[in-house]
Each structure stands twice: as C-alpha cells, then as structure tokens.
C-alpha cells in the first residue's frame, strides 16, 4: 500500500519536471473598440492560440444590465439567431441597431491545456448620425427681457454639439465683451441676457456629431418689440377698472348693504372683501363650536369700527 503510493508520486514527480512551461490558451482581439453606424455591419473580432487542444470550446457573451449569451454551442442564441456569422471565433453581426451596443465578451475554453480558459472583451459603439434638431424659437418677445432659444438633438450618438445662425451666419460661442448673448454648444442654449431690438432675425441651429452630415432646423423669425402703447393702455384701463370695482364695492359694504345679505351674497367685492369673508367664517366657526351661541348683534356701527380699523 505504503509502496504504491510511493511509486505514484515518483510517477508525478517525473512527469511534472518533463512537463515543458506552461502555455496557457491565449485570446486577443484585433479591435477593443468596435465603432460602427446603425444598420451596418460589426465585426468582432477574436484570435486564439492554444496548446494541445485542437478543437477548443468558443462562446460569446453580451454584457447588458444582465449578462447573455450570444454564441454557444455552434449556435447564435436569442436577438442574434439569423443574423450573424463566425468564422473563426470572429463574429460578424449584421445590420446593428441601437441594442446592439454594449461589451462582448469572447471566451475560449480549451480543456485539454493546462490553463484552459481565456477571454477578450469588445465594446460596440453604434453611432447614430445627427436628426434634424427640435428649435424652439419665440416669435415675438419684449426688449429688455431674458430670452432663451433651445436646440436638441436627443438621437445622435456621440452626443451633438450645435452652431447658433442668426440670418445665416454662425454666432461665435465665445462671450464678447460686448455680446448680448451667450451659447452653450453642448447643451444648444442660446440665451440672451437683456435682448434688443438689434437681435431681431431668423435664428436656426445646426447639430452635428462627426457621424453623417450635420442636421439643421428652419430659420424661424424672432421679432424684438418695445413694450407695446396700446397693451400699456388695456392695462391701465384694467387697472383702473379693479380699483373702481373695489372701491364701490367697499363702500356698498360700509353702508351696510351685506350684513343685510349676510351668508347668501356670492359676490365677493375686490379688496374689502375679503374681510367680510372672513368675519363671516369666524361666526361660522364659532355657531359650530357653541350651541347656545346666539350672534352679537350687528350694528352699522360695529362694522364701521372694523372697518376703519382693517384700513
Ligand atoms: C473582461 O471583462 C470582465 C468584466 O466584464 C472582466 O472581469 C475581465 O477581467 C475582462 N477581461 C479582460 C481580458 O480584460
Ligand atoms: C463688439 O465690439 C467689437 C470691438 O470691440 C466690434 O468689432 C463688434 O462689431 C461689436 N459687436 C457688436 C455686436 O456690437
């Protein structure tokens, strides 16, 4: 027994000292970062090398919140089943969308050699060239106001970045000293601090991101007024209106024509009102609170002196 034992691990011994050192299966990519545009063709591509092992296991693997399988056993699984080829352990998936993106991960596992996994991992950027963006423009704003003027282009992959045109010519993006305006190219915010009649004109803005051509909405007209007279005069008269409104009403309520009303008028005189109102919902609260509670008596003269104190 004690003899076998023995015998075997001179057997080891031996083999593991005419063992030559250890190779393990190697796996690389030609391309780490594959970028392509939507509804082409990706390549991923995957090499391997292995020790003994003619015939090593290949699976692929996609890295999305949850890990799946796109390639196992001689098959493409799921999403990719029919539109996608190997040659090699080199994938090619056609017609990439949107889903497509993410990290690959191609894994050769050869159980033959001595360390029989390996892996390389590929990342899919799938870019998508600029749409055309969504402008808002207003038509028609105030001199002296705060105006700001959006460009969005929500699509594009790489993010877009946008160009300002104020009847057909870029605006700069930097901030001179003497600019009304200031643009942000990431964001498409043109916005202008105090606007002048001067900035009157057909705005439009282009986004682009290296991808395709760059995209650009239709010049929209963008008209700067001086706070209009005949507007100032409507609202004066408005003005002046309320504050007739509200004296009238006061004075109906001073001469004791709504404690006649008590509880039944709807009509809320502007100003004095409200304090009617509430004198009115103090007397409520307190019928609710005391059952033997019977109401003061009103006398014109009573709310007089409130009134004049409310003033
Ligand atoms: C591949 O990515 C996985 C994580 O997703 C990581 O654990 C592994 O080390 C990476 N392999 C290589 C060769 O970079
Ligand atoms: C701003 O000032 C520069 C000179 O400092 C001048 O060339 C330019 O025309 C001015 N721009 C505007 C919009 O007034």
Redesign the pocket.
Known sequence: MGRASLSVFWTLSVLLIQCPPVVPVTVSTNNPKVEVHEDSDAILSCKFQTEIDQNPRIEWKKKGTDVSIVYYEGEFIGAFAGRASIVGATVTLHRVTQKDAGEYRCEISATQDSINLGETNITLNVLVPPHTPACVIPSSVLTGSVVQLLCVDQQSIPPATYIWYKDDKPLTPYR?????YQINPTTGILEFNTVTR?DTGHYSCQASNGVGMPKMCEPQLMKIDDLNIVSMVAMMVTCLIIAICGCGGYYAYRNGYFSRHRGRSFWIPQCHGVAHISSQNLHRAEDKTNVNYSPPSQEPADFRQTQSFML
């Open positions: 001179l000293p003497n600019a009304t001067g």
